[in-house]
């Protein structure tokens, strides 16, 4: 798998928003499936996913990615995650919340207890309700 095949293809996602086609994801998805056992890939998936957290897509292209990371994220997108974990929009740090969700890591829950502490009064339940579970 060449890092320029994979950056074209999860590139793509930047581009979905909900109703659209979801071609895109299932790329990704394959991607990630060839990837097994191959930890270069995935970390280039990774790096991929991790950018279009922090483009300018939609909600719905971060959510597709968060949903992703959730499968394959390592600490290497705790970087572009924390920014999703500090929006103000509830929605987007649930995106990001999700991403983490199962990851055991010490820096991300570290980050968590950082980011709750800033958050705003709306965003804070979805913070505290997963440092609860990863507890």
């Known amino acids: 798998m060449r890092r320029e095949e994979i950056e074209r293809t999860v590139g793509k996602l930047s581009a979905y928003d909900y109703g659209e086609p ?6 990704i998805d394959r991607l990630i499936n060839q990837s097994h056992g191959d930890p270069q890939a995935r ?17 719905a ?3 597709e990615a968060c949903r992703r990371l959730w499968r394959i994220g390592t600490d290497r997108s705790l970087d572009s995650l924390r920014q999703l974990l500090e929006a103000d ?8 919340c999700y991403a983490l969700g199962r990851r055991p890591s010490a820096k ?11 958050a705003p009064a709306q965003c804070r ?11």
């Not at 929009?89 to 990001?96: E, I, K, L, T, W």
């Not at 991300?108 to 800033?118: G, S």
């Open 22 to 27: 979801t071609t895109a994801i299932f790329e």
């Open 89 to 96: 929009d509830p929605r987007v740090v649930a995106a990001g």
């Open 43 to 59: 970390s280039w998936i990774e790096d991929a996913l991790a950018a279009v957290i922090v483009s300018g897509a939609s909600l």
């Open 108 to 118: 991300a829950d570290k980050m968590l207890m950082a980011t709750v502490e800033k």
């Open 125 to 135: 339940p979805t913070l505290e309700h997963l440092i609860e579970d990863r507890g």
């Open 61 to 63: 292209a971060k959510q």
